[in-house]
């Protein structure tokens, strides 16, 4: 299982401690970049799911093709 936890800088050091003493625990950094591209497709896939349960409305892909 794969869990990401944001937690502030200043208490970080602290929590990477105990999880890295605990042998079965594999700890790695994300980015700044990369946390951000991850909550950008989470909230892709809420809205994704909005669309198909008909409580939020599609844009055309004219639309948004246009916008580039």
């Given at each position: 299982m794969k869990i990401l936890l944001?937690?502030?800088d200043r208490k970080a050091s602290s929590i990477l401690e105990v999880l890295r003493s605990i042998s079965y625990v594999k700890t790695s950094?994300?980015?700044d970049?990369?946390?951000e591209l991850m909550q950008e497709i989470r909230?892709?896939?809420v809205q994704m799911k909005q669309?198909?349960?008909g409580r939020?409305?599609?844009r055309?892909?004219?639309d948004i093709?246009?916008?580039l």
């Open positions: 944001d937690i502030p950094k994300l980015t970049t990369k946390a909230e892709a896939v669309v198909k349960k939020l409305k599609a055309p892909v004219e093709l246009h916008e």
